[in-house]
T-cell receptor, first 113, second 115 residues
Framework: GNSVTQMEGPVTLSEEAFLTINCTYT??????LFWYVQYPGEGLQLLLK?????DKGSNKGFEATYRKETTSFHLEKGSVQVSDSAVYFC????????????FGGGTRVLVKP | DAGVIQSPRHEVTEMGQEVTLRCKPI?????LFWYRQTMMRGLELLIY????????DSGMPEDRFSAKMPNASFSTLKIQPSEPRDSAVYFC?????????????FGSGTQLSVL
């Protein structure tokens, strides 16, 4: 079956530091990949997506590139802010599995001033 | 639009009691999803509806859980009887594009504590 594995947190950073959250996946077909973000006390919201190999998703300074050869979709941001403190979820949807979203376990990021 | 609205935000109950969680999806969205989030298992899809009809309930943990969608603007998730292991955050989400994840809007969740 499909699965998503992401690095465990919490990840604690200082403001303006570089952030990387690793995500790898297993899928039976050719999935679309997503990063969702959950701010404290809120529901998840879509951060960025990529639908095919070598696509790069980007939003709010975050980027992730769909790497089929390594089955990865790592999230990066060059200079984080305190407001980026949140839980980040990597996810995939696979047409072969009925397009249901499969989420990773989430990575908590804490950015200190 | 007000977004996906869930109630209550917090629910504390005792083991054996019935719990009902409520959700109002975004108007015009014809897909509705119920998710459960726990530390141990992460985010799990419990059930989803399309046009008020349950499509896939394979994620519902056991018969104690039931979900209904009597109309396009309202859904409930009921646990009867509740158990301490049901303690989790329950999210409702809605979409116009099926299960693909691109346009999935989540509510703020219901934090359930079963004592």
């Amino acid at each position: 079956g499909n699965s998503v594995t992401q690095m465990e947190g919490p990840v604690t950073l200082s403001e303006e530091a570089f952030l990387t959250i690793n995500c790898t996946y297993t899928a039976t077909g050719y999935p679309s990949l997503f990063w969702y973000v959950q701010y404290p006390g809120e529901g998840l919201q879509l951060l960025l997506k990529a639908t095919k190999a070598d696509d790069k998703g980007s939003n709010k300074g975050f980027e992730a590139t769909y790497r089929k050869e390594t089955t990865s979709f790592h999230l990066e941001k060059g200079s984080v802010q305190v407001s980026d403190s949140a839980v980040y979820f990597c996810a995939l949807s696979d047409r072969a599995a009925g397009n249901k979203l499969t989420f990773g376990g989430g990575t908590r990021v804490l950015v200190k001033p | 639009d007000a977004g996906v609205i869930q109630s209550p935000r917090h629910e504390v109950t005792e083991m054996g009691q019935e719990v009902t969680l409520r959700c109002k999806p975004i108007s015009g969205h014809d897909y509705l999803f119920w998710y459960r989030q726990t530390m141990m298992r992460g985010l799990e899809l419990l059930i989803y509806f399309n046009n008020n009809v349950p499509i896939d309930d394979s994620g519902m943990p056991e018969d104690r859980f039931s979900a209904k969608m009597p109309n396009a603007s309202f859904s409930t998730l009921k646990i009867q009887p509740s158990e301490p292991r049901d303690s989790a955050v329950y999210f409702c989400a809605s979409s116009t594009t099926g299960t693909g994840g691109e346009k999935l809007f989540f509510g703020s969740g219901t934090q359930l504590s079963v004592l």
